[in-house]
């Protein structure tokens, strides 16, 4: 089968780009299909994270960042004018590869993806929940003009998913949030990692938490929860790993509380397994979430983990009193009182590792995972096969034929 991804740019840690390389990698080597991931924006830059050989991967090298450089006015026309290419470029990249199924994640492409026919079913991946999508929330708060500009760009967004051959979301409770736009099927991200080794979490005395330090993550709640805890455990540390535009916001913070002894912000780390080995419980204070990858990781390392109930993905992780402890979300003394229970009793903290150990191999491991996705593509083929012919495509794009791998620089498609 051919699968082809679009995505905008292989740039970063965060978790999507990681399920995406993992998943593609798994596609092509393990299952043996030919897998593409289509990029707009990745501008020469090698993918974070490595991509097998056997995955193609081509840039269309439509710079959506040029827009930022104009004022308001000019930036929606330079905005409308890149639009009209990257359209014109990711339509001739198709209609060349002419895929079976084309995945995306929700991003511009869905202003136009369902009028290319190349003959592909269509996919949407939705990896946040559906309030937060493409952070139209944040307009939506500044009220006005930009309350009304995100809700005609929510319900366009909706219009566009209607028309999807699919809908995937990574939990239960965000698909009963789209259930009045479309159904949807629940497929959950896999464990991406290798564990390093399993923690002893009887004896270490190290509270860990990853992620970006922005407003979706709120490590500042965590910062506050840690305060009791260390006025009662010195022993103990929190070591958050991660970067972010609200480090310096956290840096204060932990100043005017005074847990300089006890809190390390320890800025990002390429070996996030041996992060996990090492401590003695993982936990999560996140705003918002479409499927914390964080929690998954370190139950697959023998960790605990101790989260709030943020939307979505928390609940569908953590079991409580199995796997971990799940408070009420945005509830700092609760986060405090529960990661205060696991410091205090190392047989919990043993009992719950095992529980995350269990969770982690089995229904978030690679392979369930992958068939539950091949699955859906072969009931996709099939159905489309049975339905319609694909119809022919009349764009040609020499430059496109050939798709380059593991990121090296296309010349410019001369389209």
């Given at each position: 089968m051919r699968i082809a991804y679009i995505y905008t740019?292989?740039?970063?840690?965060?978790?999507?780009?990681?399920?995406?390389?993992?998943?593609?990698?798994?596609?092509?080597?393990?299952?043996?299909?030919?897998?593409?991931?289509?990029?707009?924006?990745?501008?020469?830059?090698?993918?974070?994270?490595?991509?097998?050989?056997?995955?193609?991967?081509?840039?269309?090298?439509?710079?959506?960042?040029?827009?930022?450089?104009?004022?308001?006015?000019?930036?929606?026309?330079?905005?409308?004018?890149?639009?009209?290419?990257?359209?014109?470029?990711?339509?001739?990249?198709?209609?060349?590869?002419?895929?079976?199924?084309?995945?995306?994640?929700?991003?511009?492409?869905?202003?136009?993806?369902?009028?290319?026919?190349?003959?592909?079913?269509?996919?949407?991946?939705?990896?946040?929940?559906?309030?937060?999508?493409?952070?139209?929330?944040?307009?939506?708060?500044?009220?006005?003009?930009?309350?009304?500009?995100?809700?005609?760009?929510?319900?366009?967004?909706?219009?566009?998913?209607?028309?999807?051959?699919?809908?995937?979301?990574?939990?239960?409770?965000?698909?009963?949030?789209?259930?009045?736009?479309?159904?949807?099927t629940v497929i959950h991200n896999p464990c991406t990692i290798e564990p390093r080794g399993i923690s002893d979490v009887r004896q270490s005395k190290t509270v860990v938490a990853v992620g970006r330090m922005s407003e979706q993550k709120a490590l500042d709640r965590l910062v506050r929860a840690w305060k009791p805890i260390v006025q009662h455990n010195p022993d103990w540390q929190l070591c958050i790993y991660g970067e972010g535009e609200k480090q310096a916001e956290l840096e204060q913070l932990i100043a005017e509380l005074e847990l300089g002894q006890s809190c390390h912000l320890c800025g990002t780390t390429s070996d996030v397994a041996s992060v996990y080995a090492g401590a003695a419980i993982y936990a999560m204070t996140s705003r918002f979430e479409g499927f914390p990858l964080v929690l998954i990781e370190a139950m697959s390392c023998g960790l605990p983990v101790v989260s709030m109930d943020c939307p979505t993905g928390a609940r569908e992780i953590v079991t409580n009193?199995?796997?971990?402890?799940?408070?009420?979300?945005?509830?700092?003394?609760?986060?405090?009182?529960?990661?205060?229970?696991?410091?205090?009793?190392?047989?919990?903290?043993?009992?719950?590792?095992?529980?995350?150990?269990?969770?982690?191999?089995?229904?978030?491991?690679?392979?369930?995972?992958?068939?539950?996705?091949e699955q859906l593509f072969d009931g996709l083929k099939l159905h489309r096969g049975a339905t319609t012919s694909a119809p022919r495509c009349s764009n040609t794009c020499s430059v496109l034929q050939q798709p380059l791998h593991r990121g090296a620089a296309n010349p410019t498609p001369q389209c």
């Open positions: 740019a292989l740039t970063t840690l965060g978790g999507v780009d990681r399920v995406l390389t993992i998943k593609a990698n798994y596609l092509a080597d393990v299952l043996g299909h030919e897998v593409y991931i289509i990029t707009d924006s990745q501008a020469g830059r090698p993918p974070v994270f490595p991509l097998s050989e056997r995955v193609h991967h081509i840039d269309l090298q439509t710079d959506f960042d040029e827009q930022y450089h104009h004022g308001i006015l000019c930036r929606y026309m330079v905005y409308r004018r890149l639009m009209r290419q990257y359209r014109r470029r990711l339509e001739q990249a198709l209609c060349n590869i002419r895929p079976d199924v084309v995945s995306c994640t929700l991003g511009r492409e869905m202003d136009f993806l369902m009028d290319i026919h190349d003959g592909s079913c269509k996919i949407g991946e939705s990896h946040i929940a559906k309030a937060y999508c493409r952070n139209l929330h944040l307009m939506e708060a500044r009220g006005g003009l930009y309350k009304l500009v995100a809700r005609l760009w929510r319900a366009r967004l909706e219009r566009a998913v209607k028309r999807l051959d699919a809908l995937v979301v990574l939990t239960q409770r965000d698909a009963d949030s789209w259930a009045s736009v479309r159904p949807a009193g199995h796997n971990g402890l799940l408070v009420p979300d945005g509830d700092i003394a609760a986060m405090s009182a529960a990661l205060q229970q696991l410091i205090d009793s190392p047989e919990l903290r043993q009992q719950l590792a095992e529980g995350a150990l269990s969770s982690a191999r089995g229904r978030f491991g690679m392979e369930p995972v992958m068939h539950q996705w």
